[in-house]
């Protein structure tokens, strides 16, 4: 059964001070990890897609980086609108679906 | 329109009611999933829909009914719900069912149950 741990469950950030989300993951057969930034009253937003073990995507001020294990969000010099839930979710060899994370709730304090 | 659309956006009914969840996208996509989401909860894959046929439905109570009539459209019918079904329901689309592509999320209906 795939499975998907994200910590920390709530990150309170001063705004410009850097820091990174983690998403530890279990699958058999990592076909692609997902994540996703979800807005109060608002269903998920796509940011990036990682398939492979030290495979890199960079969107603004956030960076995504992937292991064997796990993933990092990365986000450099955040800013107050960059406040919301973060989910990673994986796809493994044998679901038709996604399996997610609980998220970490990031607020950037101005 | 453009992205995943769902309809309503809120909803009250009580435990009696028989109501219907929809969900359109905009994306040429041939997979269409149902997912619910609980406060402090993972999101949770109820159906999965690719080209028009059901290929997964994860111990779903019978309570709740998907009806997918094209690649387009997505429906939940509900009927005789539980105070425990109060949750964010959201609809995704993504090009096909091979789950490496990303899948793309309506904005929800946020349904409580009297």
């Known amino acids: 059964e795939d499975q998907v741990t994200q910590s920390p469950e709530a990150l309170r950030l001063q705004e410009g001070e850097s820091s990174s989300l983690n998403c530890s993951y279990t699958?058999?057969?990592?076909?692609?990890l997902f994540w996703y930034r979800q807005d109060p009253g608002k269903g998920p937003e796509f940011l990036f897609t990682?398939?492979?073990a030290g495979e890199e995507k960079e969107k603004e001020r956030l960076k995504a980086t992937l292991t064997k294990k796990e993933s990092f969000l990365h986000i450099t010099a955040p800013k107050p609108e960059d406040s919301a839930t973060y989910l990673c979710?994986?796809?493994?060899?044998?679901?038709?679906?996604?399996?997610f994370g609980k998220g970490t709730h990031l607020i950037i304090q101005p | 329109e453009t992205g995943v659309t769902q309809t309503p956006r809120h909803l009250v009914m009580g435990m009696t009611n028989k109501k219907s969840l929809k969900c359109e996208q905009h994306?040429?996509?041939?997979?269409m999933y149902w997912y619910k989401q609980s406060a402090k909860k993972p999101l949770e894959l109820m159906f999965v829909?690719?080209?028009?046929?059901?290929?997964e439905n994860n111990s779903v109570p019978s309570r709740f009914s998907p009806e997918c009539p094209n690649s387009s459209h997505l429906f939940l019918h509900l009927h005789t719900l539980q105070p425990e079904d109060s949750a964010l329901y959201l609809c995704?689309?993504?090009?096909?069912?091979?789950?490496?592509?990303?899948?793309?999320f309506g904005d929800g209906t946020r349904l409580s149950i009297l």
């Open positions: 990682l398939y492979s």
């Open positions: 699958v058999s057969g990592l076909r692609g």
């Open positions: 979710a994986v796809s493994g060899g044998g679901a038709d679906g996604l399996t």
């Open positions: 829909y690719n080209f028009k046929e059901q290929t």
């Open positions: 995704a689309s993504s090009q096909d069912w091979d789950s490496n592509q990303p899948q793309h």
């Open positions: 994306l040429g996509h041939n997979a």
